[in-house]
T-cell receptor
């Protein structure tokens, strides 16, 4: 059982480049979300989705785009990468709202030069 | 806005002893959930324990227990009989009742000394 799969694990970008972080889950979870983890700041919610076709903004959405065309996939797009987006990104899913256990991917370490 | 504060950036404990990690939060909502997540060096986030705010009884999971003080907005984690495998970053988190808008604290790095 794969759980939540994130790709790539590491990525280096130049300022202004765009890219998509992939996230897929095989547990038929309705809820999916993206977080960024920065030293001394814990995890901060970027965007989340309560089901296919439905997304909403979290605490730090600027500079990121998401879509949810299927239950399984929830990609995160960086439109024009900036050094401030250097971070570790985690995708998470859960069966129901936040009162359910979150299952996390293993993270993507992104560096923007 | 909801905030979660972990005032101890680092803690250490001797193997087999007990340690308590502190967490306070601020919210105006009456229904919510509180969590402790563990992040070992592998970076994988693992749920340690969960507490429903409407329950007065403190949650317990084996060696892990919480002290939930709703009026004080405090949610501490006690680890009993600490083991080397408990060494990790621990995050306290708050979540509303009906959506995914979770808030995490900055984390406490726990070291376990043999």
């Amino acid at each position: 059982n794969a759980g939540v799969t994130q790709t790539p694990k590491f990525q280096v970008l130049k300022t202004g480049q765009s890219m998509t972080l992939q996230c897929a889950q095989d547990m038929n979870h309705e809820y999916m979300s993206w977080y960024r983890q920065d030293p001394g700041m814990g995890l901060r919610l970027i965007h989340y989705s309560v089901g296919a076709g439905i997304t909403d903004q979290g605490e730090v959405p600027n500079g990121y785009n998401v879509s949810r065309s299927t239950t399984e996939d929830f990609p995160l797009r960086l439109l024009s990468a900036a050094p401030s987006q250097t971070s570790v990104y985690f995708c998470a899913s859960s069966r129901g709202p936040v009162n359910e256990k979150l299952f996390f991917g293993s993270g993507t370490q992104l560096s923007v030069l | 806005a909801q905030t979660v504060t972990q005032s101890q950036p680092e803690m250490s404990v001797q193997e087999a002893e007990t340690v308590t990690l502190s967490c306070t939060y601020d919210t105006s909502e009456s229904d919510y959930y509180l969590f402790w997540y563990k992040q070992p060096p592998s970076r994988q986030m693992i749920l340690v324990i969960r507490q429903e705010a409407y329950k007065q009884q403190n949650a317990t999971e084996n060696r892990f227990s919480v002290n939930f003080q709703k009026a004080a907005k405090s949610f501490s984690l006690k680890i009993s009989d600490s083991q080397l495998g408990d060494a990790a970053m621990y995050f306290c988190a708050w979540g509303p009742y009906n959506n995914n808008d979770m808030r995490f604290g900055a984390g406490t790095r726990l070291t376990v000394k043999p």
